[in-house]
């Protein structure tokens, strides 16, 4: 798709970094991405993979090494000023906003930084604060606050000036349990509700698989897969299947499924694995009818993303290092 | 342009309540500050307090606590937004980082002119301590925070490059105290220690600041003498030195990948 059609678009970003042995590290190589309006983008990949990088060159934060970043057709580099307005961004492992300042002036500052004034600001703080639910609060110091409204707090500062574009690093990190919901409930809220895009990076799998509309999983600096979660999800549902089979295993079967996961359970020994196509599933099951076994059932595997994820991340790191 | 100065708005109001949050410690501050002037009078003055002689050393000590608040506040104030992740925010204003850190020294003009005002009514009224305030005396104290901004933004790029500037900031608060003619007049140093002395950010403007308070000389008077000729030299080389390498620095930085890191 062409890049004006996307909100955010990103082609050949890479980051090299000089260690102080003269030593170079690519943080990330060759990065294209491109991400439609309203949609909720999951950027997941391990620790050091480059995604917080690559979170901090969109936000004009960290100078690429070469590439082109547009955010609503702006490039991030050459229209600085226009583009930043397009932007909110709440930034992993710091705290944002300032714990010193109550939640009201938080907004008022953080919008008045985006050049924001008079009453449209009071109004959008306003209504900000009322959808984070801490209107009642909003004269309390940040300081006093527990972490999930810090975190809501954060979030409402990045949407003080209503940019079309959110980047969330790890927005859950560090949250309880509820906390992080409410946060996920909000991200979901502001696509689908305000049509705003987003960005998240997150180490939680699951939750990145319930709001995510696509994926990209990032390892060592490149991008291992990106597309939307359903497709991601789909073809590693047709490629794991369940048999359900009643019967003993002869040590032949045992043998001829080898790879296959096979376990006993209440209904007779459950077989499950990798099935590359269409016919070596056909060939599969005349194989356990030809030992003897009653086949009880047949079921694609409902795929898992953490699953997803370490396979991907895994097969990627087994590839060598490939110099650009 | 309305933008800009809407965000630079937002940094002074900022500084302002965070200000009004630790005013608690600010007292404290002031009172310390306080205390030492009064023990230094003291010491040069044999355990004595002379109140003429107070009097052009306290109006070096008041300039030299607008110098050392600004610096403080663009080294140590810095490295707590870089900590708090909020630079991170304020580089992505619209407006350019290093022209809403002015809005900082704004605020720090505001609140050590309350503290000056305060301090200089207790040695008033103590000490019996007394300056002619004059207006006339503000554009030389201006000029002088131009270049204390200008060395501020020196400061303030090498934190961003090199993140632990704390104790050079230290060692040059401490070092502009006993070498910008506060309390050893500049006539009484020796060559090359005069020479030092006034090329720092703040000797010149002490000297012309005290012609104009102490010695009833105007504007006109320290223009036609040099001083203040000298004076506006010094704070334009420092700001756009200052302002160079703030730029520079703030590009190594965005090029390492260091700006939010601490």
């Known amino acids: 798709m062409d890049s004006e059609q996307k909100t955010i678009a990103v082609s050949g970003l890479s980051k090299t970094y000089r260690r102080a042995n003269g030593e170079q590290v690519h943080a990330v190589k060759d990065l294209d991405l491109a991400v439609p309006p309203g949609c909720i983008f999951g950027f997941l990949g391990p620790n050091g993979a480059g995604k917080t990088t690559t979170i901090k060159m969109i936000c004009g934060l960290v100078k690429p090494t070469a590439g082109e970043i547009r955010v609503n057709g702006l490039d991030v580099w050459q229209k600085r000023s226009q583009a930043m307005l397009q932007i909110g961004a709440v930034l992993e492992g710091t705290r944002n906003i300032h714990w010193t300042l109550s939640a009201w002036d938080n907004l008022i500052y953080f919008g008045h930084l985006k050049g924001l004034s008079g009453q449209s600001l009071t109004r959008r703080a306003e209504d900000l604060l009322k959808q984070v639910e801490l209107w009642e609060r909003r004269k309390d110091l940040v300081r006093v606050f527990s972490r999930g409204m810090q975190q809501k707090v954060a979030v409402a500062c990045a949407l003080i000036a209503d940019p079309p574009v959110i980047l969330l690093d790890e927005p859950t990190l560090g949250l309880d349990v509820q906390a992080a919901r409410t946060v996920k409930d909000l991200i979901v809220c502001l696509a689908r509700d305000q049509g705003k895009t987003i960005v998240l990076t997150t180490h939680q799998l699951d939750m990145a698989q319930d709001v995510c509309d696509r994926i990209a999983i990032m390892s060592k600096g490149q991008t291992v897969t990106d597309r939307p979660t359903t497709e991601l999800l789909d073809l590693f549902r047709e490629e794991h299947y369940q048999f359900q089979v009643a019967g003993t295993l002869s040590s032949e079967a045992v043998s001829a499924l080898e790879g296959m996961a096979i376990e006993e359970n209440k209904g007779g020994i459950l077989i499950s694995g990798a099935i590359a196509s269409h016919e070596q599933l056909y060939d599969l099951i005349a194989q356990l009818r030809s030992f003897d076994l009653d086949l009880l059932s047949v079921n694609p595997v409902e795929p898992n993303l953490e699953e997803i994820f370490v396979h991907l991340v895994d097969n990627h790191a087994r590839q060598p290092e490939v110099e650009a | ?262």
């Not at chain 2, 309540?17 to 630790?22: A, D, E, G, N």
């Not at chain 2, 000297?207 to 104009?212: A, F, L, N, S, Y």
């Not at chain 2, 756009?240 to 590009?251: K, L, P, T």
């Open chain 2, 1 to 262: 342009m309305r933008a800009t100065l809407t965000a630079l708005w937002g940094e002074v109001r900022k500084g302002l309540l965070i200000s009004w949050t630790y005013k608690a410690n600010m007292l404290v501050s002031i009172l310390t500050l306080g205390f030492i002037f009064v023990g230094i009078a003291f010491f040069m003055g044999g355990g004595e307090l002379d109140p003429e002689r107070i009097a052009s050393s306290l109006v070096g000590y008041l300039v030299w606590m607008y110098v050392v608040q600004a610096i403080s506040d663009l080294t140590y104030g810095l490295r707590g937004e870089i900590s708090a992740g909020t630079l991170e925010q304020l580089e992505m204003s619209p407006a350019p980082a290093g022209l809403l850190l002015i809005g900082r020294v704004i605020t720090n003009f505001t609140i050590t002119t309350l503290q000056v005002a305060l301090m200089a009514t207790v040695m008033r009224l103590l000490f019996n301590v007394r300056v002619s305030w004059r207006l006339e005396a503000l554009p030389a104290l201006l000029l002088t925070l131009v270049g204390v901004l200008g060395f501020g933004y020196l400061l303030a790029g090498t934190m961003l490059v090199f993140k632990q500037v704390e104790s050079f900031s230290n060692l040059m608060n401490n070092a502009l105290a006993f070498l910008n003619g506060t309390f050893l007049p500049v006539s009484a140093m020796p060559g090359w220690l005069a020479g030092i002395s006034m090329s720092l950010p703040s000797t010149l403007g002490i000297v012309v600041i005290r012609g104009i308070l102490l010695e009833g000389k105007t504007l006109a008077d320290t223009w036609y003498e040099g001083s203040l000729g000298w004076l506006a030299v010094n704070a334009v080389l420092y700001l756009v030195v200052g302002i160079a390498v703030f730029w520079i620095c703030e590009r190594a930085a965005k090029n390492r990948g260091s700006l939010g890191q601490y």
